[in-house]
């Protein structure tokens, strides 16, 4: 059970949007948007935690992506960012970090490069785990029929995503 501090601190968050979501593992993932240059080793004193919004940009934000992984290392983080053009919403993906190997924390910065100043957007980011077998391989292999049940082994990637960061100009 969360001390009354830390209850404090998470109705904060939730009254602040600061919130993320996952797939299911405890994988932690937070996203600041800065209209100065940002970098992970380093804490901006002017930046917007994800949930927030922006109204005035002269340039595209400078985005950092922290992600800490659960029990699985993480292979990339994605940013997906979604603008309003002509009366729609488009959405697109943009791959910002990537590990063949996988890793146990992650970060990174992106900038948007197709960003218009007139445009409304959001940008939030999606962490995704290295694959693992799905619980139904882990069941069949320890009954040893995994040949009675051959779609059970099968491999999943979970995931975390963070809450948008929005600029409306």
């Known amino acids: 059970k969360p001390s009354s501090s830390e209850s404090d601190v998470y109705k904060r968050q939730l009254k602040s949007r600061e919130v993320f979501a996952t797939s299911g593992p405890r994988i932690q993932v937070k996203l600041e948007a800065s209209a100065s240059s940002m970098s992970c080793d380093a804490e901006s004193s002017d930046s917007v935690a994800m949930g927030g919004e922006i109204t005035t940009l002269a340039q595209a934000p400078s985005l950092k992506i922290q992600a800490l992984y659960d029990s699985t290392p993480l292979q990339s983080i994605e940013v997906i960012k979604g603008e ?78 963070s809450s948008p960061i929005w600029y409306l100009p």
Do not use: M
């Open 84 to 161: 309003f053009r002509d009366g729609h919403i488009k959405e697109h993906t943009i791959d910002v970090w990537h590990s063949l190997s996988g890793s146990l924390n992650a970060c990174d910065t992106w900038q948007d490069p197709e960003f218009d100043p007139k445009a409304p957007a959001f940008w939030y980011a999606r962490i995704i785990e290295s694959p693992t077998l799905r619980w139904s391989a882990h069941h069949c292999r320890r009954e040893n029929r995994c040949y009675d049940f051959p779609d059970a082994e099968t491999t999943i990637q979970e995931r975390a995503w």
